[in-house]
């Protein structure tokens, strides 16, 4: 029997590889706390996916333009 994490894991990271930009998922709380993210998150932030995934992570949201928000 597969591993359904382990799986629901390798289809994120197959797309994350194949798209031009990054995939991620975060909490619905005032900084979008970041609880994944995969693809060109350096190339497009300028810092590595861990800077906003670790426990009190950079804030997403604190990158973004309030108009974006």
């Keep these: 029997m ?3 994490a382990t ?3 390798d289809i ?4 994350a590889r194949r798209m031009n930009g ?3 998922r975060c909490r619905n709380d005032k900084d ?3 609880i994944f993210m995969a693809g ?3 190339l497009l932030t ?3 996916a861990q800077a906003f995934t ?6 997403y949201a604190g990158m973004t333009h309030p108009d974006d928000l």
């Design 2 to 4: 597969l591993d359904r």
């Design 7 to 9: 799986d629901t894991q």
């Design 12 to 15: 994120m990271d197959s797309i």
């Design 22 to 24: 990054f995939l991620y």
């Design 32 to 34: 979008y706390s970041m």
């Design 40 to 42: 060109d998150v350096a």
């Design 46 to 48: 300028g810092k590595p």
């Design 54 to 59: 670790r426990e009190r992570g950079d804030s």
